[in-house]
């Protein structure tokens, strides 16, 4: 379905997409199929990264602070939160302190897998930070599910090497994903399905989908989140929708630091080239 189908007789919004790193591209990259001509905002907060270490407190309000920027500054009147550790620890602060509706990609991961596993039993495969929120197995238990969850702290700077088809990324997703399995057994799970909760891991996902047992589904939550998106995009168009403003760039990058490794890694999460990053001062 294109845009101009989705919001019939008024442009596309502009959407907002904020992660604490450039992880959250691949998200991007999902909304940038679906929604080929609206206009984007990426905020990295790469300056502050990691979240993980910090406190809930803290992400908070990085996360807000962010936010606002992409709200204040660039216009966004819908923001999507790629980042899992933001979404978990953070999405309600988020949502009460902005006045344009936010999503987050857990909830989204989260039904994803609901609607694709008839056991009712789900893996998780996230960073430690992410795991240690319990976040999806909260979301997937409150849609009936069983879920169990496993860090893979090796996995980030791998995909950030640019060993995204490496025959050692292979074995240490094998390795990964057998104790994960294994855990799975000795619950008694009877798992179907599994969620990549990170969104670097969508440049593993076939390593992955080579490793997971015969017809095991995998969930992309980049994917399952550009998808909610665009359904809430389309029921709150009428009342957020703007003219694309012929000024802008259809889409901009923003990063807190180290705008070389983003303009140099970027193009591989976004899988096309992300062009110049611009470099902003959140404060400290």
Known sequence: MSSAEQFPGIAP???????????????LRALLRRLPQAQFAFLGDTARLPYGSKSRRTIA?????????LIREQGAQFVVIACNTA??????????????PVLGVIEPGASAAQAASRTGDVLV???????????????????????????????VPLVEEGWTDHPVTAEVIRIYLAELIADATAHGLHADTLVLGCTHYPLLRPLIERAVPTGMKVIDSADAAADAAVHLLAAHAPSISQPVRPDQP????????????F???GSRFLDRSVGKVELVDLGG
């Not at 309000?61 to 920027?69: D, H, I, L, T």
């Open 250 to 261: 259809p889409l901009r990058f923003f990063a807190t630091d180290s705008v070389d490794k």
């Open 125 to 155: 495969i996230a960073t430690d930070a992410t795991v240690k929120s319990h976040a999806y197995a909260a979301a997937c238990q409150a849609r009936g599910l069983r879920a169990l969850e496993k860090a893979c702290p090796l996995l």
């Open 13 to 27: 919004p502009t959407i907002g997409v904020f992660d604490s790193g450039f992880g959250g591209l691949t998200v």
């Open 61 to 69: 309000r990085y996360a807000v602070e962010s936010v606002q920027f």
């Open 87 to 100: 979404s978990a620890l953070a999405l309600d602060a988020i949502q009460a302190a902005s006045p344009v």
């Open 263 to 265: 303009e140099r890694l």
